[in-house]
């Protein structure tokens, strides 16, 4: 059977034309002026420490979960946590999956894995996760964004993957 | 997540990300970055599939160290045989061109409390502070 492949979805056509269609307040999309930037590669992966930020309303058991009201505090996610003991919790994202296998947002046993087997040097101590689609851009450039980078600064983290959903 | 792309490399921490959005990664000039075709919700592969998750986050992780410049890389993986899961995601503003009447809201009300997945963990989180050894909970003031 012959397989057709589709391009990507243009998210942001499309969720501008829903959100007007509902009558929702548009979204603040994020469209950077110019290129960033760029943090130059001190040292190869298998000699760097990584963190991660994930946006999928991500919490363990026995912390206080998010809010779906732009909420821009984060937690963090001890790097050798066991999936079972993770939650997921969003407004934006279809959760059914995420709360079958926490894995498919957040994957946290391949991180593990690639520790073990050398590609990276270490995991950072702690993981951090916040929500995403989150309205006020100013929220997350003044108040989410540094201190995550500050965290990320006290922990010596070398590289960071990002994992938005 | 592009902001917080631009602190960290900005603060001298090189990153890397994994979309399931490639218009909104490109728009926000993500610095390095695999595009990976699946539906949102998944942006590190199936349920009970470690194999996958753990090659998209090595082939991912790799880009640190095959590119110098901003980078935007197709990952090979697909969700289905075909890609027809497309047309019913946020179908107004697709190819089909829905009624604006038969736009469906499926969002959840934007509740200001905290939203738990299960009732145990209410109480697991009560536990934990009420016993003051919140050690795993930062960035929110209790």
């Known amino acids: ?165 | 997540m592009g902001l917080i792309a631009h602190q960290l490399e900005y603060a001298g921490i090189p990153t890397v990300s994994i979309s399931t959005a490639r218009d909104i990664t490109s728009a926000a000039r993500t610095p390095r970055a695999s595009f990976l075709d699946f539906p949102l919700g998944h942006t590190t592969g199936k349920t009970n599939d470690f194999s996958l998750a753990h090659s998209i986050v090595s082939q991912s992780l790799t880009l640190l160290e095959r590119t110098t410049g901003i980078a935007l890389e197709d990952l090979p993986h697909r969700w289905s045989e075909t890609d027809n899961w497309k047309d019913d995601v946020f179908p107004a503003g697709g190819p089909r061109k829905i009624d604006e009447q038969d736009v469906i809201d499926d969002r959840l009300e934007r509740w200001e409390e905290p939203q738990y997945q299960s009732e145990g963990d209410i109480e697991a989180a009560i536990r934990t502070h009420q016993g003051k050894e919140c050690l795993i909970c930062s960035g929110v003031d209790y």
Not at chain 1, 53 to 58: C, K, L, R, S, V
Not at chain 1, 62 to 73: E, M, P, S
Not at chain 1, 88 to 113: G, K, M, S, W
Request: glycine share 4%.
């Open chain 1, 1 to 165: 059977m012959e397989t057709i492949r589709k391009p990507p979805i243009n998210y942001i056509e499309r969720i501008t034309a829903t959100y007007s269609a509902l009558g929702y307040e548009p979204y603040e999309w994020y469209f950077a002026k110019e290129d960033p930037k760029l943090a130059a590669i001190s040292k190869p992966l298998s000699e760097s420490r990584l963190g991660v930020i994930a946006t999928g309303g991500i919490y363990k058991i026995g912390q206080v979960a998010f809010t779906y009201k732009d909420d821009v505090t984060y937690r963090a996610i001890p790097s050798d946590a066991s999936s079972d003991d993770l939650r997921a919790t969003h407004f934006a994202y279809d959760l059914t999956d995420a709360r079958e296998d926490i894995n498919v947002v957040f994957p946290i046993e391949a991180l593990q894995e690639i520790q073990n087997e050398g590609l990276v040097k270490e995991l950072a101590p702690s993981f951090f996760t916040c929500m995403g689609g989150i309205y006020s851009q100013r929220l997350v450039n003044e108040e989410l964004a540094p201190a995550l980078v500050q965290r990320c600064l006290d922990d010596e983290i070398d590289v960071v993957l990002l994992i938005p959903v």
